[in-house]
């Protein structure tokens, strides 16, 4: 484990040298201005790194919201000068791109911060046009009068995402006139130091319906004891491998894989009343076939964000069985949810931002 990180460590580095070296030689500038860019591009990688170790806590809150976001949107203009850089080298070594064209040369430097800057622009744009998702759960199950149950994963609420954000998904959410809304974890970004000083649990108070939710791995990153004071000051229901019986649904929350001492799916359903309608919140997708086998009608899950950028959404779908979208196995129907919000810069490119409104009737 601690040589896979060691190796880890050292990609990331060699991968960084890379980029800053061709940053360095392509830009038509004075030795002392490439010198500023390449620096100001590593103070980025340090500021997030000491995000990560907890320095945004000590500052003020709107310092530390616009470092997490210009540090963390870093990583996305990393991404795609490691890709453009690749593909030069790649036409170069076969004779297509000429050398000239990776040295201090105001046309390639032009069109890449071009490039960059119109796919954060569209990104940006796009991550804050949230996505409607309808869905229809019909079933041979006795279901009283239909349910319309707002379905939200990964609000990931904190430095990025803060109360005026939280307050306009608040409305949105209102406007559907839920009679159930449900959560399948990160509703913490990774500190909730935002979320109490802006009393953002207010927000979930304003909802009109009851919100129910499971844990994700974020509310462990942030401390779970943070989080559980969070959920209980928000008024959230949490089923943390627990259950709870909403007319005539059963609602099903595991913790999170993160925790080693959660339960089995097929424990958690014994004893319950399988002529309700079963949901289970389970925030990572792993192991699908759990809820087929015990018997589960609906489970909705998040985590993956689908990546969030292309290509990382290549690269997520290979990892999942089903890495977002509606799914089926059997009789057990699935959402993977890519997220309402979202961990980091806030771009969406080639994914989206969403939240689902399901309508849960008998046939």
Not at 83 to 89: G, N, R, S
Not at 198 to 225: R, S
Request: net charge neutral; proline share 3%; with cysteine.
């Amino acid at each position: 484990m601690k040589m896979g990180f060691i190796i880890v460590i050292l990609v990331a580095m060699l991968v960084h040298v890379y980029v800053l070296w061709h940053v360095y030689q392509v830009l038509p500038f004075p030795v002392w201005a490439k010198w500023t860019v390449v620096v100001l591009m590593l103070a980025s990688l340090v500021m997030m790194l000491a995000g990560i170790a907890g320095a945004f806590n000590r500052m003020p809150l709107g310092l530390a919201s616009a470092a997490y976001d210009v540090s963390t949107s870093w990583l996305i203009v990393f991404l795609y000068l490691l890709l453009a850089f690749l593909l030069l080298d790649l036409g170069r070594l076969i004779h297509i791109v000429p050398k000239m064209w990776l040295h201090d040369n105001a046309w390639t430097s032009g069109a890449i911060t071009a490039l960059v800057a119109g796919l954060l622009v569209y990104g940006n744009i796009h991550y804050n046009n949230k996505v409607r998702e309808p869905l229809q759960l019909d079933t041979t199950k006795e279901i009283s009068k239909p349910m319309k149950v707002v379905m939200l994963s990964d609000l990931h609420l904190g430095y990025h995402n803060r109360k005026a954000e939280w307050q306009r998904w608040v409305k949105m959410i209102n406007q559907e006139n839920p009679d159930l809304i449900l959560v399948a974890g990160d509703i913490i970004d990774g500190y909730v130091r935002p979320l109490i000083e802006e009393d953002m649990a207010a927000g979930f108070h304003q909802l009109n319906a009851p919100v129910v939710a499971c844990l994700g791995n974020h509310e462990y990153i942030t401390g779970i004891d943070n989080s559980l004071d969070f959920y209980k000051k928000a008024g959230i229901t949490l089923l943390r491998d627990s259950t709870l019986t909403v007319g005539d649904l059963v609602i099903v929350g595991r913790d999170d894989r993160f925790s080693r001492k959660r339960k089995s799916v097929k424990h958690l359903l014994d004893g319950v009343d399988k002529s309700k309608f079963i949901i289970l919140l389970d925030h990572q997708p792993y192991n699908l076939e759990e809820a087929q086998k015990a018997g589960v009608d609906f489970q909705l899950s998040g985590h993956t964000h689908e990546g969030q950028v292309w290509p990382i959404s290549l690269l997520v779908h290979s990892m999942y069985e089903k890495a977002w979208g509606a799914y089926q196995k059997g009789d057990t129907r699935y959402y993977i949810s890519s997220g309402m919000g979202i961990w980091g810069g806030k771009y969406r490119i080639g994914t989206r931002s969403e939240y689902i409104v399901a309508t849960i009737q008998s046939k």
